[in-house]
């Protein structure tokens, strides 16, 4: 497997927010946790491709929002925030080596962070960066290759893996104040813990559970389930309204 990743962008203070207020972000701290990430990406025996930092883009270290890469083909994205489509170009240079690329086309958006799949099923956050028109257009392109695309209505966050994602081939973690459990009612679901409202963000890598230090709470419930989690702290990355997920795309080659 290989895990696409970007150092962090000295400019990420100036980073598009949603819900969130804005905080200073360390850069130092930042790149140390990100590095952190990178190695333990590494330790799970995942071949990094780390591209340089983009200075002029405040976001670009969030790379997962700039494409899909299923196993058949990659879609290029066309991210909902108008500052981040320049980051789509370098992604579809890195990924061009790897797979055919597709693009969503205007007037369709779509960030990567509203994508969640699972076995031949794509989950789309329908959300204030993804819409309807990009749907369709992801529906016709992974139709041929036997997905099902289902939209999802995503309120209160940033993104749908913002409220939920998959931390076993047939479990999900999730907050059930963003998204109903109704669309995943032939999977096991592991709630979150109500005092920690941003844990339903954590990456699958095998049979290992990436997560936050700072949802013990939630931890628990992880561990309980018999799930093997392992910590990273992204912590200033958060400020930007970003989350562990959200800084890799990873495939198999």
Request: proline share 5%.
């Amino acid at each position: 497997m290989i895990a696409i990743t970007r150092k962090v962008s000295p400019s990420i203070k100036n980073c598009e927010l949603t819900h969130l207020e804005r905080q200073p972000i360390d850069l130092g701290i930042a790149n140390f946790q990100h590095t952190n990430y990178e190695q333990m990406l590494k330790s799970l025996g995942l071949e990094i491709l780390s591209l340089p930092a983009e200075p002029d883009l405040p976001d670009s270290v969030f790379v997962e929002d700039t494409a899909i890469v299923l196993n058949e083909i990659a879609i290029l994205t066309r991210p909902g925030a108008v500052s981040r489509r320049p980051e789509v170009e370098s992604i579809a240079n890195a990924l061009n080596h790897f797979r055919e690329l597709v693009s969503i086309q205007a007037p369709g958006t779509l960030d990567g962070g509203d994508i969640l799949v699972v076995g031949n099923t794509i989950f789309v956050g329908i959300s204030s960066r993804s819409n309807q028109t990009a749907t369709q257009q992801l529906k016709e392109i992974v139709d041929p290759f036997g997905y099902q695309v289902k939209g999802i209505s995503v309120e209160g966050c940033l993104h749908l893996k913002s409220a939920v994602t998959k931390v076993a081939e047939d479990t999900l973690l999730f907050n059930p104040d963003w998204v109903s459990k109704d669309h995943f009612q032939e999977y096991k679901m592991i709630e979150i813990d109500p005092a920690e409202m941003n844990g339903a963000n954590a990456l699958q890598i095998h049979s290992t559970v990436i997560y936050q230090p700072c949802y013990p709470r939630t931890t628990e419930k992880l561990v309980s389930a018999g799930l093997k989690v392992e910590m990273v702290d992204a912590s200033e990355l958060d400020k930007a309204e970003g989350a562990l997920t959200c800084c890799s795309l990873i495939f198999n080659q």
